[in-house]
C-alpha cells in the first residue's frame, strides 16, 4: 500500500522514534473511555517537569517577593501558549509517526539540519545545566553536599534511566509521576502555613494593567513567559507519545489524539498549580514581610523557617527542588537521545549516549562552580535561562509549520482558527524571549 504522506517528506521516516520502547505500552481496543484515558497517562506527567523545573523558581519566587500575587495571570496565560504548543507536539508524533527531530530531519536541507541541531544540544546542554544546578543545590540545602560532588552525583541519572527503561517505560513514567507529587504535596503543605491572601490571590489570575506599564515587573513577567515553554519538551513530547500501541489506522490516531490531549493538558494543568504555588508562597511569605529581595533559590530557602516559624517549611522547599532536578535531569537526558537519533541517525549504545549528555551540562557546571563557588552556579543558572530563550523559536517554528501543512498532517492539519493563534503565540513567545535576551545582555 503506497504511504498517501510521501510526497510531503524529503525522505522516509527510516526507524521508529525510541525504537527500543515503540508501541511497547499497550491500550485495549474494546475498552471504556477511563481504561483508554488510563493507557494514554504518562508522557503528559513527563512533558509537564519541564514547566516546573528549577530554571523556573527563580522567576517565580523574584515575581512573587518583589509584586504579591499580581503576576499570577502571567503563569496562567504561559501554560496555556503551553497546552496548544504540546497538543501540537503530540498531534505530529501520532500523525506523522516523527517525532520533530525527525521531522526536520526528512523536510529540510542537510545543512538546515545541521544547524538546527547544533542549536538544540545547545538548547538541552542549557537546560540540563540548570538541573544538574538545581539537584546540587537541593543536595547542599538538605545534607549540607558542596555544590561540586552534589554535581557529580548527578551523574548517576544516567544508571537510574536506564534501569527504569529496561523494566518498561510504564516504570520510568511512574516514577516521574511520582516525583510530580511529592513537589505538589510540599508546595501545598506550604501554601497552607504561609496562609496567603484568598481575595488578592483570586485577583491576581486577572491580568493587570500595570504589569505592561511597570518595567521591572514587565523584566519579570517577560521572563516567566520566556522561560515557560522549554524547546526540549517539544521533541520529546512528539516521541514518547509514539510509546503507545494504538492503532496506526486514521480513526487510532484520531482517538490517540484526544486521550493524549486530555493527558498533556491536566498535567500541565498540575505544573501551574506548582508554578502558581511556588509564587504565591513567595507572595505570602517575603513579599508581605517586607523581603522584596529574595530572588536567589537559596536566599529563599533560608528565609522560610524564622518567617514561618516552623523548619518544615525550609525543609519541604528543598525536597521539593530536589525531587524538581532529579525529575527534569530524567526527561532532559531522554530529550538529547531523541535529538541525536532524530537528526543524525546516529544510534549509540543508550548507556554511552546518555553519558555524552549529561556531561555536556556537568562538565561546565562543575568547573564553574569550583572556580566561582555559590554566586558563578546562581548565574551560571540565569546565562542558562538566556541560552534557551535564544534557543525556542528553532523549535516552534518548524513545529507550527509541519502541523499546518496539509501534505503532511493530511485531515489532521490544523483548522483556520488554530493555525492563525499557532502562528501568534509563536511570534509572542519568540518576541518576548529575544527582548529578554536584550535587556540581559545590554541592561
Known amino acids: 500500500m503506497k504511504n498517501p504522506f510521501r510526497k510531503a517528506w524529503r525522505s522516509e521516516r527510516s526507524s521508529n522514534s525510541l525504537s527500543e520502547v515503540f508501541s511497547s505500552v499497550e491500550v485495549p481496543q474494546n475498552a471504556g473511555f477511563w481504561k483508554k484515558l488510563f493507557a494514554f497517562l504518562g508522557p503528559g506527567l513527563m512533558i509537564s517537569v519541564g514547566y516546573m523545573d528549577p530554571g523556573n523558581w527563580a522567576t517565580d519566587i523574584a515575581g512573587g517577593a518583589q509584586f504579591g500575587y499580581t503576576l499570577l495571570s502571567v503563569i496562567l496565560i504561559s501554560n496555556l501558549f503551553a497546552m496548544l504548543l504540546q497538543h501540537l507536539a503530540l498531534k505530529l508524533g501520532i500523525v506523522a509517526e516523527r517525532d520533530l527531530a525527525q521531522a526536520c530531519r526528512d523536510h529540510f536541507h542537510p545543512a538546515v539540519n545541521l544547524v538546527l541541531w ?22 547542599n540545602l538538605l545534607f549540607g553536599i558542596p555544590l561540586t560532588w552534589g554535581i557529580v552525583i548527578t551523574i548517576v541519572d544516567v544508571l537510574v534511566i536506564l534501569m527504569l527503561q529496561a523494566k518498561g517505560f510504564r516504570w520510568l513514567e511512574s516514577v516521574v509521576g511520582g516525583l510530580v507529587f511529592i513537589i505538589l504535596i510540599c508546595f501545598g503543605y506550604q501554601m497552607v502555613v504561609s496562609k496567603p491572601e484568598i481575595f488578592s490571590l483570586l ?18 513577567a517577560i521572563g516567566i ?11 520529546l513530547h512528539s516521541s514518547i507519545v509514539q510509546t503507545r500501541n494504538y492503532s496506526r489506522t486514521d480513526e487510532g490516531k484520531k482517538e490517540a489524539i484526544k486521550f493524549a490531549t486530555i493527558d498533556s493538558t491536566a498535567s500541565l494543568m498540575l505544573a501551574f498549580l506548582i508554578n502558581g504555588a511556588i509564587l504565591i508562597v513567595a507572595a505570602a511569605t517575603f513579599y508581605t514581610s517586607g523581603h522584596h529581595q529574595i530572588a536567589d533559590i537559596t536566599d529563599a530557602h533560608q528565609m522560610l523557617e524564622p518567617l514561618l516559624g516552623t523548619s518544615l517549611a525550609s525543609i519541604a522547599f528543598a525536597v521539593a527542588l530536589l525531587a524538581s532536578g532529579q525529575n527534569s535531569t530524567l526527561t532532559g537526558t531522554l530529550a538529547g537521545q531523541i535529538v541525536m537519533e532524530g537528526f543524525l541517525r546516529l544510534r549509540l549504545k543508550p548507556w554511552l549516549r546518555r553519558l555524552i549528555t549529561r556531561l555536556i551540562a556537568v562538565v561546565p557546571a562543575f568547573v564553574v562552580t569550583l572556580l566561582y563557588g555559590e554566586k558563578g552556579s546562581s548565574e551560571l543558572l540565569v546565562l542558562s535561562q538566556v541560552i534557551l530563550s535564544m534557543q525556542l523559536g528553532f523549535a516552534v517554528v518548524p513545529l507550527v509549520m509541519f502541523t499546518n501543512d496539509k501534505l503532511k498532517m493530511g485531515k489532521f492539519t490544523n483548522p483556520t482558527w488554530l493555525k492563525i493563534l499557532a502562528m501568534c503565540i509563536a511570534v509572542i513567545i519568540i518576541v518576548l524571549n529575544f527582548y529578554l535576551l536584550y535587556t540581559e545582555l545590554f541592561q
Open 118 to 139: 547544533l542549536f538544540c544540544e545547545i538548547a538541552i546542554a542549557a537546560m540540563d545545566l540548570a538541573e544538574v544546578l538545581g539537584t546540587a543545590i537541593a543536595l
Open 225 to 235: 513567559l520566556g522561560a515557560t515553554v522549554m524547546p526540549h519538551n517539544l521533541y
Open 203 to 220: 485577583n491576581g489570575l486577572i491580568p493587570q494593567q500595570e504589569i505592561v506599564i511597570n518595567p521591572s515587573m514587565l523584566y519579570i
